[in-house]
């Protein structure tokens, strides 16, 4: 009887080690991303409080929406072509990336802000939200550039 409790113990535990392994594993799938999304949004605002760009392959979206009022701001969406999404993929650091919480900080607490950044592919998205303006400092150059792309956007459409 003993035994049969030793040997029920080590099947257990060899699950519990085979199911956490596949946990990390799944994580860290998204290394063969095909979107970089990024967005910042403000709780308490009036306006287009949620602006998003979404890039992938040669185009990137623009979009800005407002939480109340969508009459006077309606949804708005715009795209533009984007040739340096391969550039722009090499300077993620997945490793790091996979590693992050999901949400660093207080996001938006006392209307300061949100930002994310989101990498996904068909079948798995991954999400890192932080205070606005206080981006990881794995990230800050990568959140630098993500910035930059949504003002040119927001301007430009």
């Known amino acids: 009887m003993k035994s049969l409790s030793k040997c029920i113990f080590i099947i257990l535990f060899s699950s519990v080690l085979t199911l956490e392994s596949c946990k990390e594993k799944d994580s860290c799938i998204i290394s063969h991303f095909t979107t970089i999304s990024y967005g910042t949004s403000f709780g308490e605002c009036v306006g287009y409080c949620i602006k998003t760009i979404a890039i992938s392959d040669a185009t990137i979206n623009f979009q800005k929406t407002a939480h109340n009022d969508k009459s006077t701001y309606p949804d708005f969406d715009c795209d533009d072509s984007f040739p340096g999404f391969e550039t722009l993929k090499l300077e993620i ?3 790091a990336f996979c590693s992050m919480e999901p949400v660093i900080g207080c996001p938006d607490c006392a209307d300061g802000g949100a930002e994310w950044v989101e ?8 999400r890192v939200t ?3 303006n206080n981006a990881p400092e794995e990230f800050s150059s990568f959140i630098e550039n993500l910035r930059f792309y949504l003002q040119r956007m927001e301007a430009s459409c």
């Open 93 to 95: 650091d997945i490793a």
């Open 119 to 126: 990498i996904s592919n068909s079948t798995h998205a991954l």
């Open 130 to 132: 932080f205070e606005y």
